[in-house]
């Protein structure tokens, strides 16, 4: 291979690496891709007859901020205390969010236990929290007609958060619960400051209620 053609190879690749980098989920994985793709671009400016030095210096900035970052985010992580139950539903619902990140949306809410009979929203009414059923179940009625009962792991009460608006359903405890809860404005704050949990969530979000929406069938036009 000629030597001008391995040379456009390296200043190609290190493009290629950065778009690489803004396809990742993971914020370390991208950090890494960009210092890598960093290291690349300063090869390729290396090679040149006439080295561009401002390019180098910024390079090397960049290359600092991440690889910082990285250490920043790989000591909190090793401070992250979570739970079996919710390290299992970190792997299971949130494998895109980092441990930092999932802590975060943890601590922003509360473990509930939920006993048979408890509404926890009334169709018509205004929801005050979205929960993450983890165990149990509860039964989804409209119009005093029960329509389906939850099963595993679900949301209850995010067409309230997502569209701003009352219940749609009602939702019945029928079996013993613990659900993860967050109080709307708590939840509304941690989005606006995290781009990346915001993401996730309304991802998951979504993805639950779409399968909600087909297993309730044309009876229904949305979740509690």
Request: with cysteine; net charge positive.
């Amino acid at each position: 291979m000629p030597a001008i053609a391995l040379v456009d190879l390296i200043g190609n690749l290190a493009f290629v690496l950065t778009c690489v980098a803004y396809t990742v989920k993971d914020i370390v994985w991208l950090r890494t891709l960009s210092i890598v793709s960093s290291l690349t671009w300063m090869t390729y400016l290396f090679t040149r007859a006439e080295v561009l030095w401002i390019s180098v210096f910024w390079n090397c900035v960049f290359i600092t901020i991440n690889a910082v970052r990285i250490l920043l985010l790989y000591r909190e992580s090793r401070a992250i205390k979570l739970s079996e139950e919710e390290r299992a539903l970190h792997q299971t619902l949130f494998p895109q969010l980092s441990l930092v990140d999932f802590a975060r949306l943890v601590k922003a809410g509360r473990w509930v236990a939920l006993e048979p009979g408890t509404v926890l929203t009334e169709q018509g009414k205004p929801v005050r929290d979205v929960m993450l059923a983890c165990d149990g179940a509860a039964s989804i009625e409209i119009d005093g007609r029960t329509i389906r009962h939850t099963s595993g792991l679900e949301f209850l009460g995010e067409v309230s958060f997502l569209t701003h608006d009352v219940a749609s359903a009602t939702v019945r405890v029928a079996t013993p619960m613990r659900c993860l809860a967050w109080s709307h404005d708590a939840l509304r704050a941690l989005l606006r400051e995290s781009l990346a949990i915001r993401f996730a969530l309304r991802s998951v979000m979504s993805g639950d209620l779409a399968r909600k929406l087909k297993e309730s069938g044309p009876r229904t036009q949305g979740g509690p």
